[in-house]
């Protein structure tokens, strides 16, 4: 998807397209806890030109972990709040380890090709030299006597 244009009206994951209403609604919270949870920079949705906050398909589901976390886990807002944090910076740090193995990969390929090229470019009337190990025996000569 690199290579070609998005459609600029494709809803994805990160789209902002809920009102504080309807993602409260998705999420089982109640819109003021929605509001708590934007002041304390747990969930953080868009916003309109009016200001006001709009949720993606991912802050609903930020938001179902963030109450899992604190209801089933007992785990404190603050806790809550930094795995987040922690959780967000693995995914950057993965998608950095992946670009960089795609570019190690490339550069891998590209001194292979350049190798194969020095290889293709020896003289072929060139005899490769190999170090024949020196035998131990002692060859004594004598010409024959009526030479």
């Not at 190798?115 to 009337?125: L, M, N």
């Amino acid at each position: 998807m690199e290579g070609r244009r998005r459609n600029p009206f494709e809803l994805t994951d990160e789209s902002p397209v809920y009102v504080i209403s309807v993602a409260a609604q998705l999420s089982g919270l109640h819109p003021q806890t929605l509001r708590q949870y934007d002041r304390l920079g747990l969930v953080s949705p868009d916003r309109t030109a009016g200001r006001g906050r709009r949720y993606s398909a991912r802050d609903i589901e930020l938001l179902r972990q963030v109450q899992q976390l604190s209801q089933d886990e007992g785990i404190n807002l603050a806790g809550i709040k930094r795995i987040i944090e922690l959780e967000n910076q693995v995914a950057a740090l993965q998608a950095r380890v992946s670009e960089l193995s795609a570019a190690v990969e490339g550069a891998a390929a590209t001194l292979r090709q350049r190798e194969a090229q020095v290889h293709a470019s020896y003289r072929r009337d060139l005899v490769p030299y190999t170090d024949v190990q020196q035998a131990s025996a002692l060859v004594v000569w004598r010409p024959k006597r009526g030479e």
